[in-house]
């Protein structure tokens, strides 16, 4: 059973800095994109970050650029986002997503989600 | 940037009703579309991809249509289990989502 689990939101103040985690199983986790997409409260899906399977390429929103950077760990089938310079305006629910093997952006998987608050 | 605009935004039906959600992208996307269920509190369910091609486990009265810059997605007869918030996404370029249609009990 494919499974993603997210860990290390929380509050955090303006400028400062988190890192998520996706910890991954029940697939081969080496061999498929992974993304970001977050969803502010009461608002819709946004797309933040891409990563291919082996690490070489990503890819960032425009909002994130320069602040925000994905990285993964295939021998730990765990997929991360390092967020710094955090704004009010990103406080949102980060959802790690399986892409597909074959770099189609569409997400099969997702995990339940972690809540990022960013607030003096 | 390809921007996704999906109407209605709120869409009251009954159960057993036919139901169709439309969403255009502002230029070219192929047939480079999903369409994705989200109820309160949970992550978003992959029900359609490629536009047309039925996920997995998706029941058979989800049905997705279109190409190009206009998409529809089709609920043949509208079940309990289908009201809440439906998005298309375009990875056309990168991964951009529609502002989402609500679907609430008339």
């Known amino acids: 059973e494919v499974q993603l689990v997210e860990s290390g939101g929380g509050l955090v103040q303006p400028g400062g800095s988190l890192r998520l985690s996706c910890a991954a199983s029940?697939?081969?986790?080496?061999?498929?994109?992974m993304h970001w997409v977050r969803q502010a409260p009461g608002k819709g899906l946004v797309w933040v970050s891409r990563?291919?399977?082996?690490?070489?390429?990503?890819n960032y929103a425009d909002s994130v650029k320069g602040r925000f950077t994905i990285s993964r760990d295939n021998a730990k089938n765990t997929l991360y986002l390092q967020m710094n310079s955090l704004r009010a305006e990103d406080t949102a629910v980060f959802y790690c997503?399986?892409?597909?093997?074959?770099?189609?952006?569409?997400?099969?998987?997702w995990g339940q989600g972690i809540l990022v608050t960013v607030s003096s | 940037d390809i921007q996704m605009t999906q109407s209605p935004s709120t869409l009251s039906a009954s159960v057993g009703d036919r139901v169709t959600i439309t969403c255009r992208a502002s230029?070219?996307?192929?047939?480079?579309l999903a369409w994705y269920q989200q109820k309160p509190g949970k992550a978003p369910k992959l029900l359609i991809y490629?536009?047309?091609s039925l996920e997995s486990g998706v029941p058979s009265r989800f049905s997705g249509s279109g190409s190009g810059t206009e998409f529809t997605l089709t609920i043949s007869s509208l079940q309990p289990d289908d009201f809440a918030t439906y998005y298309c996404?375009?990875?056309?370029?990168?991964?951009?989502f529609g502002q989402g249609t609500k679907v609430e009990i008339k």
């Open positions: 490629k536009a047309s």
């Open positions: 997503a399986r892409g597909q093997a074959n770099g189609a952006s569409y997400f099969d998987y």
């Open positions: 996404q375009q990875y056309h370029t990168d991964a951009t």
């Open positions: 029940g697939f081969t986790f080496s061999s498929y994109w």
């Open positions: 230029q070219s996307i192929s047939s480079w």
């Open positions: 990563i291919r399977p082996d690490g070489s390429t990503t």
